[in-house]
């Protein structure tokens, strides 16, 4: 690990977009007025909307267009080949930076050598703290419960009902949606694991660094709104899809090595999840309820 610190200027911000609609100018535009922002990288997997067309001219916005949609994963490790900033901060195409975030994120990392990665307080549009921005690792028991759970009420992972801190915590993980991490920690855990399409890589990469020694931090005061779904809303169904898949990864690459006779009652939990989740939707689509 890596004795000292990187600086908090110049920052590389990465945002990876499918069709988030005017939302992505406005994410684009909160970020590129954060002082610390070195440059910002937009890879557009294959969007069909016009959210490319109103993003702002600036001089340190790169852009990179994909064919075909690679995933969350994959397309952050193209963004992270070309960046050139030292800290990159990982963000969805739908979070709107508050002033000042950017900054306190960086400061939190520089004060702490041995932190690889910071995460921020995100908020719903309506100003409540939002689920996975400060968070536990499922374990054995928690993956049981997700995998059976039919609804939030089982969460044993989420601690955004916990009082808040009055500064920067350590924390098991943190949301993918806005991740400052350390380069080098990046480097050293390899990169994000492009075996996930969509879900759960964020889980992977903070297990990763835990395992690694990085510790993780929760910056209560960086604080950004994230309109959550913005990419997914037209294809529920696919989105869940790719959920679940991400979930029967990781819990087979963390959870199940050392229980593999754990295994069909966690994959047949959650298909059956999938299974009612699906039926759920259709349910809505066809009587709107």
């Known amino acids: 690990m890596p004795p ?10 990465l945002i990876v977009n499918h069709n988030a609609g005017p939302l992505l100018a406005q994410t684009v535009a909160r970020a590129l007025a954060q ?4 440059e910002l990288w937009v890879c557009d997997n294959a969007s069909a909307d016009s959210s490319l067309q109103a993003l702002p001219e600036s001089d340190r916005l790169r852009l990179i267009r994909n064919p075909e949609n690679r995933g969350f994963a994959a397309a952050n490790n193209q963004i992270v080949a ?10 969805n195409p739908d979070c709107l930076l508050s002033p000042g975030a950017l900054g306190r994120l960086c ?3 520089t004060a702490d050598p041995g932190a690889g990665m ?6 719903n549009p309506d100003g409540g703290e939002q689920r996975g921005c400060r968070r536990h690792l499922p374990g054995i028991g928690g993956a049981l419960t997700k995998a ?3 609804n939030g009420s089982a969460n044993r992972v989420d601690r955004n009902t916990e009082p808040l801190p009055a500064g920067p915590i350590r924390v098991e993980a943190v949301s993918g949606a806005c991740m400052l991490v350390r380069r080098a920690a990046l480097q050293a855990v390899g990169g994000w694991d492009e075996g996930y399409f969509l879900h759960c890589e964020d889980l992977d990469l903070c297990r990763r660094f835990g395992d690694a020694g990085w510790r993780i931090l929760f910056v209560p005061d960086a604080e950004l709104i994230h309109h959550q779904g913005a990419c997914s809303r037209a294809r529920p169904l696919f989105v869940e899809w790719h959920k679940h898949r991400g979930m029967l990864r990781y819990y087979r690459k963390f959870l199940l ?3 593999p006779w754990l295994a069909p009652l966690v994959f047949g939990g959650v298909l059956a999840r999938f299974v009612w989740v699906t039926l759920r939707h259709w349910s809505r689509a066809a009587y709107g309820r």
Not at 4 to 10: L, R, V
Not at 82 to 91: N, S
């Open 257 to 259: 090595r050392q229980r």
């Open 82 to 91: 070309r960046a050139a900033g030292g800290p990159l901060l990982f963000l």
């Open 35 to 38: 002082p610390e922002t070195r």
């Open 107 to 109: 400061a939190a990392l």
């Open 148 to 150: 059976l759970a039919t």
């Open 118 to 123: 910071a995460g921020g307080r995100i908020l």
């Open 4 to 13: 000292t610190a990187e600086a908090a200027p110049g920052v590389s911000v």
